[in-house]
DNA sequence: TTGAAAGCGCTAACAC
DNA sequence: GTGTTAGCGCTTTCAA
């Protein structure tokens, strides 16, 4: 059996407020420091978490969750955000509730049971309903990448700027001639494919090219799905001349639906994509597009969550907005007129 | 505040231990439960976790520790993993220690601290001497894809048979007439390295084939080793006329080497690579390979867990090797002579 | 600075 | 079946 503070009192002499003063960076006079120093090696001592948890109320777990853990986009996310979390001894619940909003209301209800001191949530359910327990239960929620609508001002959120991130690289292709500009979003009520959507089409208003409905196809974040809105669009009658297609899987998929037609970047059509995962920045190198900062979203999570938690509730909720970056590639090219 | 068994107790007049009970699922009256119920509707009575682990001295926490969360084969297996602890009312503190032995020893501590009822550990350190404090404190220890030579019988694992899956990818070339058969393998002291490369020169040998080490290279299991390890094979003097590559990551930085170089598969050189995972076999669609269960890992992983920490202690360290499978793709072709 | 004592919310004897 | 009671291992007043 494991020894506790009792026994160190005992072995110590000691009564139990010096040992937690202690263990808990107070004051103790140089001999007792010594004294209980030498009693936790003897004894083995280790401080049981649970038992301070059930007094001071807080359990220094973090629950996490998202909709998929076979992502590279979330994963390094969450590495990141784990790595600071855990340097400033909180522990991460990760719940993988694969995209699906019963789980995912599981998942709340489980890691409130659990006492967690804080939710970080990268939404599957654009509706926020699967929150409402941990609202009511005062925990401290942290969105990211997925704002909701109805949780605005009331709860804390991480997300890059995708409206300026779309329409800065849907602006490029117009700046290179393009006016047929297809575009490939995620599914259709997902916070982020609204303000990628919002941005394309802002963009194109700005220059005065009237949207075509056509143009823009929803591909499910996945792989599959990007293939088959490339497919489509390119089968067009009047297709594009450029692609945005706006994340990483989809990206993947739409390169092999053009592989597939022998169409030839840049040459025959122009693409800017999404995400830039080292691990592929081999297979297709030369690819414009838009980059967005994963580990900065993972490091400003767990600080914003810290902040939140060491203000004990006087926090007001607060959205931290990065910025992507479009770096350029060879994969687009300007219009011949 | 959030209620407590006592509220239920005033609320309902009953005593603590009729409520106890009913939670946990004792028999009560009729008419009690369904006084509890409505209380417990009343007053939103949620039972405290934490106060349950202090008494039962189970947390229902396992701690994972893996070398990367940022690979797609870990991810599968955490997530297959987690889903079978999760439904069995667990829940899974993950740590990411960056295939760094320090931070996985940390990691160890931590989840000690923190009262975890076991640990599952892909372990990054082969010496095992990380996991010694939780061995000291009697915490079930699970290994997952890598054996420990020194903790040997002491501990469970889950495993594939990873001499077979090797020797079977040889034979495979073997018999279409190769004898030059590049392996690139992954970090030295690694335990997956070293049980492939044991089927590798068991395939030869029984094949009658002296093993030629400049065929054999160690490209640490990433994308830029895999390339680098191509690279310098198809270099020889006498190069391989077939390879094989034993991860996935490798496998692509090797095609990418191939590419550049303009050698084509299978006319050129015949490849048999390791894992599939579903995003990329769009990409490479026809490799030959060995698949590697991840799921089942995953799965396995948790039962053998679960199945430890409800025998209370009795149950005996086991081994469990899952089987793998070679499928055959169009990436191999038999060696003129 | 230190010690005694109360109590966090729950479970589990034990007696009824 | 149900109630009473004594802890689980810690923190935290309050006095000394």
Redesign the pocket.
């Known amino acids: ?2 020894s ?3 026994d ?1 009192a005992r072995e110590t ?12 960076g ?4 140089e ?2 420091r010594r004294l209980i120093e030498a009693a936790v090696k003897k004894l083995h ?4 978490e ?3 948890s ?4 807080q359990t220094r777990v973090i629950g996490v969750i998202i909709p998929e853990l076979s992502n590279a986009f979330i994963t390094s996310i969450i590495s990141s955000m784990e790595d600071v979390l855990r340097r400033h001894d909180y522990a991460v619940i990760v719940c993988d509730c694969r995209s699906d909003p019963k789980r995912e209301k599981e998942a709340v209800e489980f890691l409130i049971h659990r006492r967690v001191d804080g939710l970080i949530n990268m939404a599957t359910d654009p509706t926020g309903a699967h929150l409402k327990a941990a609202l009511e239960a005062n925990i401290p929620i942290l969105l990211v990448d997925r704002l909701i609508k109805t949780l605005r001002n009331k709860v804390s959120a991480v997300i890059i700027d995708n409206e300026f991130a779309s329409s800065q690289a849907v602006s490029k292709l117009l700046d290179l001639g393009h006016r047929k500009i297809g575009l490939v979003l995620g599914s259709p009520r997902l916070y982020t494919t609204e303000t990628r959507l919002a941005g394309y089409l802002n963009a194109l208003r700005n220059a005065g090219v009237e949207p075509d409905e056509r143009y823009i196809r929803y591909g499910d974040y996945t792989m599959d799905g990007g293939y088959q809105a490339v497919q489509e669009l390119i089968g067009l009658e009047d297709p594009p001349t450029a692609l945005f297609i706006t994340n990483f899987e989809m990206m993947l998929g739409g390169m092999l639906a053009l592989q597939h037609n022998g169409i030839e970047i840049p040459r025959d059509l122009s693409v800017i994509g999404f995400d830039k995962l080292e691990l592929f920045s081999g297979i297709f190198p030369n690819l414009t597009l838009v980059r967005q900062p994963q580990l900065g979203i993972g490091r400003e999570c767990a600080n914003l969550m810290l902040e939140t938690l060491s203000s004990k509730g006087t926090a007001v909720p607060r959205v931290i907005t990065l910025s992507t970056e479009l770096t350029e590639g060879t994969s687009t090219r300007a219009l011949e007129p």
Chains 1, 2 share one sequence.
Do not use: D, H
Request: aromatic share 8%.
């Open positions: 059996m494991a506790t503070m009792k160190l002499g000691l009564g139990l407020a010096t040992l937690s003063k202690y263990f808990n107070g004051n103790v006079r001999k007792n001592y280790v401080p049981n649970v038992a301070r059930l007094k001071t109320r």
